[in-house]
């Protein structure tokens, strides 16, 4: 009369198959809040931390510009990179963007203002973002819950006149969910291109609340199917422990 021992094994091993497989939250692979420093993935080129000033609230709960945030010139490359990577298939990116000062758009100061993410080579983001004159062509059109604030002074050089700012919630943009990526490392750059630079104090970009995160590997449907085989048996052995 061992069966007792049996179904609690057999309870247990189903148990541990289908937590596996429900198992489908995505994995933080990495987090910070700009708040104390920089961190070590992080190549910064010229951009420091740099108190948020009039950005501070700006975005959903949980996710607010708030303290730090790093702040870069353009035509300078901010690098994140991440080694030795758990397994998984894709990642999302999630940041709040500061598009601060006079920013030209798709406008000739001298070249326009492009906003580059790129993703191990490919780029998921290349757009313009404007802030001088109402009359400057912004390329980058966010959708519904993005925008946080359009033209309107946060600080920095200003107030007014080509001093401007917006605030952004690009990681709510759904271009930054789902990004195929399986590899083991992952190199993301953020830059504004630029052929002669224009100083910090006519217009700059900032980035806060940084965090990217995978999509775990599904859980194949063998592992169901081991799991609901295992209710089966356990469904036989009780059977036949009430026959006997
Ligand atoms: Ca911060
Ligand atoms: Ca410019
Ligand atoms: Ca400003």
């Given at each position: 009369?061992?069966?007792?021992?049996?179904?609690?094994?057999?309870?247990?091993?189903?148990?541990?198959?289908?937590?596996?497989?429900?198992?489908?939250?995505?994995?933080?692979?990495?987090?910070?809040?700009?708040?104390?420093?920089?961190?070590?993935?992080?190549s910064p080129g010229t951009a420091t931390l740099t108190g948020v000033q009039g950005y501070a609230g700006f975005g959903p709960s949980g996710n607010q510009f708030g303290?730090?945030?790093?702040?870069?010139?353009?035509?300078?490359?901010?690098?994140?990179?991440?080694?030795?990577?758990?397994?998984?298939?894709?990642?999302?990116?999630?940041?709040?963007?500061?598009?601060?000062?006079?920013?030209?758009?798709?406008?000739?100061?001298?070249?326009?203002?492009?906003?580059?993410?790129?993703?191990?080579?490919?780029?998921?983001?290349?757009?313009?973002?404007?802030?001088?004159?109402?009359?400057?062509?912004?390329?980058?059109?966010?959708?519904?819950?993005?925008?946080?604030?359009?033209?309107?002074?946060?600080?920095?050089?200003?107030?007014?006149?080509?001093?401007?700012?917006?605030?952004?919630?690009?990681?709510?943009?759904?271009?930054?969910?789902?990004?195929?990526?399986?590899?083991?490392?992952?190199?993301?750059?953020?830059?504004?291109?630029?052929?002669?630079?224009?100083?910090?104090?006519?217009?700059?970009?900032?980035?806060?609340?940084?965090?990217?995160?995978?999509?775990p590997i599904p859980v194949p449907a063998a592992v169901w199917l081991f799991g609901s085989g295992l209710l089966g048996l356990i469904g036989i052995a009780r059977r036949?422990a009430r026959v006997s």
């Amino acid at each position: 009369m061992n069966k007792p021992l049996p179904f609690q094994v057999l309870t247990f091993i189903a148990a541990l198959g289908l937590s596996g497989a429900a198992n489908a939250a995505p994995i933080t692979l990495f987090t910070t809040d700009f708040d104390s420093t920089i961190p070590t993935a992080i190549s910064p080129g010229t951009a420091t931390l740099t108190g948020v000033q009039g950005y501070a609230g700006f975005g959903p709960s949980g996710n607010q510009f708030g303290g730090s945030f790093l702040r870069s010139e353009t035509a300078n490359v901010v690098t994140l990179q991440l080694n030795s990577l758990p397994a998984h298939t894709a990642i999302n990116l999630s940041f709040l963007f500061a598009a601060i000062d006079s920013l030209d758009g798709t406008g000739t100061f001298p070249q326009g203002d492009f906003f580059s993410v790129v993703v191990d080579g490919s780029t998921v983001l290349n757009e313009s973002f404007a802030n001088a004159t109402p009359s400057q062509i912004q390329s980058y059109v966010p959708p519904a819950g993005v925008e946080l604030a359009r033209r309107v002074d946060l600080g920095f050089s200003g107030p007014g006149s080509y001093y401007t700012d917006s605030a952004y919630n690009l990681g709510a943009d759904p271009i930054f969910s789902n990004i195929p990526h399986s590899a083991s490392t992952l190199s993301i750059q953020f830059f504004i291109q630029g052929v002669g630079i224009q100083s910090l104090s006519d217009e700059s970009w900032a980035m806060d609340n940084l965090t990217v995160t995978a999509a775990p590997i599904p859980v194949p449907a063998a592992v169901w199917l081991f799991g609901s085989g295992l209710l089966g048996l356990i469904g036989i052995a009780r059977r036949k422990a009430r026959v006997s």
